[in-house]
Nanobody, 124 residues
Framework: QVQLVESGGGLVQAGGSLRLSCAAS????????VGWFRQAPGKEREFVSA????????DYADSVKGRFTISRDNAKNTVYLQMNRLKPEDTAVYYC?????????????????WGQGTQVTVSS
């Protein structure tokens, strides 16, 4: 089992920045790829970004490419999502998720473990 806890969400004005953290405990976190997803009210959960277990591979949804950066520190069992130039449409609950495979971190059905989510609200 892997337990994931997100933090760092909050209220920010459009154009601002936030850094989300996903802290893991349980099984060796360094062997898992990690994805970030988000879900806005009334919408389906969507892929945001993913990082492979060593951090050599990353991927981003087109909507966040160039604004968000994913990284990880395996010594701290933590994955980060730096979000810059935030827009009101980025408002959602953000979830981190872990999977043994980088390829399966891009769809909700492909991950094994979820965090509880952290709210990000961007005001216009």
């Amino acid at each position: 089992q892997v337990q994931l806890v997100e933090s760092g969400g909050g209220l920010v004005q459009a154009g601002g920045s936030l850094r989300l953290s996903c802290a893991a405990s349980g099984r060796p976190f360094s062997t898992y790829a990690v994805g970030w997803f988000r879900q806005a009210p009334g919408k389906e959960r969507e892929f945001v970004s993913a990082i492979s277990w060593r951090g050599l591979n990353t991927d981003y949804a087109d909507s966040v490419k160039g604004r968000f950066t994913i990284s990880r520190d395996n010594a701290k069992n933590t994955v980060y999502l730096q979000m810059n130039r935030l827009k009101p449409e980025d408002t959602a609950v953000y979830y981190c998720a872990a999977s043994p495979s980088f390829d399966t971190t891009h769809v909700p059905q492909g991950v094994n473990y979820w965090g509880q989510g952290t709210q990000v609200t961007v005001s216009s």
